[in-house]
Every structure is written in C-alpha cells, then in structure tokens.
C-alpha cells in the first residue's frame, strides 16, 4: 500500500524551483512574513503573489526585482496600471530601495524600470532578467489583447513575479493565465486536466471536476500564494491587519415600469443584457445624481470617491458638484495620473471609473465612497472598494451604491458572484497555508548569525587530526 500511495503522490502536477535561493537584507523594512514570500518567489524563480490588498505587495515586489537585479548584474521591468506606475516609483524611495524609475523604452541605464501597460510596446524585454506584472489581473481575458502580447514578451525571461490583489471570483481560468505567463502550464492543458465545462452555470461555466478540486488547488499552490493576512503564511501577529468596520448601503430609486411598456403588456420587463441596463439607468440619472449629492452633503468635509460606470454618469457628477477631479478615458495619460494623485495628496471629491482607478491605488485617506449605478462585474465592484477599504484605513468605511428598483437583479447576481469569490479563496488560503507550512519545515533550522567556534574545541580537531 505503501508502494501504491507513493505511485500516486507522483501523479501530482509540481512546479518545480527554477530561481535562486537569497535571504532578504536583515535591515529591509520588510516585515517577517512579507521576507518570507519575497525568498519564497526569489526560489520559485516564476511565480505569483496574491496578497489581498494593504499586504504590501509593492514594497515586496520591489524588494524581488532588487534581488534579482543583484543576482544577474541585468536590469528587471515593473509594468502596471498608469496610475500605479508614479506610486510605485515614489513608494521605492520610501522603502529607501534605489535605481527605480519609469521608463518609456529599454535605453534606460536603471536598475529596475517601471512603465505602464500601454507603454510596453515599445520596450524590448530581451534587456531584463526579470518582469513584475503588478495587478496582473490584466490577464484575465483567455483571448484579450494584453494576454497573448505578455505572455508572447515574457516567454525567454528568466525571472516572473505576478502579483494581484485576488484573481478572478468567477472565472478559473485566470489561474491558468497566469500559469501560462508564468511557464507553468498552458491554460487549456489545465482546464483538460482538472476541469468540466458546465453548460447548466452562467456564472461559473467551466467548473473544478469534484474528484479534482484537492489536486487542483495543491498544483496552484506550488507556484502562487494566496495571502489574506500574515498568519496565512506561518506563526506570524496579524494584530496590526485587522480591517475597520464595512458598512455598504444599498439605495433605490423607484422607477415607472408601466410607461414604455411594450404593446399588449401591463408593464415594462426590462432585459439584463447591457443595452437594456443602460436605458434604465439613462431612465434614472437625475434621480441617482440627486441622492449621491445629498450623500456628499450630509458630510462635506469627507474625501468622497464617486465611481460611476457610464460617461453620462460621470458628466452629470462633474455637473453637480463644484470642484470635483475628473479623470475620465478621453484624457491623456498624463493628465489621468496628475488628477488621481491629486485626490490621494489633497483630498476633496473625485469621480472615475472601476477600470481606471480601480486598480492599485492606495485611498486610505478616504472612508466615503459613492457608486453610482450597479454593474454585473464584482470584480471591479471588490476592487474599487478596496482603494479604501484595506489595511491601513484606520476608520470605517462607508459604500454607498445608488440603482435603479429595475437593476435589483445585478445587485443578486453580484453577490451570487461574491460567494463564489469566497469559495474560491477559501479553497486557495488553505492550499497556500498547506504549502507554506511544507516550505517552512524544508528550510529547517536558518542560523541568523555565525558563530565563532570555542577555542577547546579547535583543539580537539587539532588533535583528531594528527
């Protein structure tokens, strides 16, 4: 039995160690359990880092690429949102790691390089001995356009570090995304081996086969780690990352369903598909804009973030409340970086959507945040809370999100949505929590310092060996 449970055990998909082992520098302001995963991916060599967010993954992705260059003598590369890249140059000097600077080609003489993803095109990635895809979430779409350019740029470097807040709730396969970026294995490979695809769920098409779902998550855990909170990593105080209170509050506005009702029909069913979800919000606009202003006013002097999902949304918002920073997509790169940071460093009031702001940023000045209609994307609803709602924020945090009575169906499939969410990282924590007890008990006793050997007993070796 024994010869049989061995024979199985090697039927488990691994990820073998293709980096190099280094300690982080004693004096690095690194805190133990952050030293540890930066070791940890500087050994995997490709790896991913999913640490939820106020964890710290910029100073830890910082520290890995600073190893790396010390290492291999090459310079690495940090591609991020546009409006991480500055954050994360000022965020180097704060952690005091020097030769850190955005680029926007490869003729940079810096030792680690940072640019946005729009940018990347013109760098040439044979010049790197590492890449750093902070909020690697952009790989989530298995055909999207920054999917197959990054994993077609990233193929001959040696060293891969992928870090995200959380992957997708509702979608597996961007782990596979991210294993194929990283070399692990191609997505499709993975999706044959461990899953089926279930036509009967629209939410979760392609789901874990049952037998499977203990193999799949120890195979993930052998090239990423799911971090929510230090103790998931080992005997570590989670004391100072205990979150404030959340409190969201959801807001209606009533609209007529009678009017407009198609020929024949007492009242008008709207559709879920987009073009309906706009009409109905088009329908209820003023109304909404009315409640998220008398929000804004009941506490004025509250850095507030307006997220809104439609440019009609947002010219409304910009029309009603005076002084507000306005960072919308027909702006110039430049123009949306100098607005965001304006609202981290003064304040005030700020309306931008999920896909430009909802990525990386760091609000925890503010603790008011209003969102202006719903949308069926929990992850940019997740991850636009998170601009405030993270490790850090010392007060509690209020969610406003203000919907039309006909958009009540987006609220229930967002939250049908969130307990996916949950599912799936509770099956990653305990897989990754798995794993980095393994990796600490294979390191065994670490001397922190070298000892000298007492004088009596270099003399007993003399002796010895004469």
Sequence with gaps: MSDYAQFIAGKHATTPDSG????????????PFQRQLVEWAWLKGRAALFADTGLGKTPMQLTWADGVVNETGRPVLILGPLAVVRQTEAEAVKFGIDGVAVVRDSLSANRIQVCNFEMAKHLDFSAYAGVVIDESSILKNAFGRYRRQLIEWCADVPYRLACSATPSPNDHTELGNHSEWLSVMDHAVMKARWFLNDLGDTVQPWRLKRHAVDDFWRWVATWARCVSKPSDVGDYDDSRYDLPPLRIEQHVVSVDIVKDAPDGMLFRVPEMSATSIHREK???????????????????????????ETNDEQDAAVAAIPGIIDVRGSMTPSQKADGL???AQDGGCIVTKPKIAGMGLNWQHSARAVFLGGSYSFEQF????RRQYRFGQPREVHAHVIMASTERRIWQAIHRKA?????????????????????????????????????WLRSLTTLGEK
């Design 382 to 385: 997740y991850q636009a809370l």
């Design 419 to 455: 307990g996916h969410h949950e599912r799936m990282r509770v099956a990653m924590l305990e897989a990754s929590r798995k794993a980095a007890r393994e990796y600490t008990s294979r390191l065994g006793y670490q001397p922190s310092h070298l000892a000298p050997v007492p004088l």
């Design 341 to 343: 940071l304006a609202f």
């Design 282 to 308: 088009r329908r209820t606009l003023d109304a909404r804009v009315r409640m998220m202003v008398d929000l804004v006013n009941r506490e004025p002097d509250e850095p507030w973030v307006i997220w809104c």
């Design 20 to 31: 190099f082992s280094r300690r982080v520098d004693p004096d690095s302001i690194l805190f």
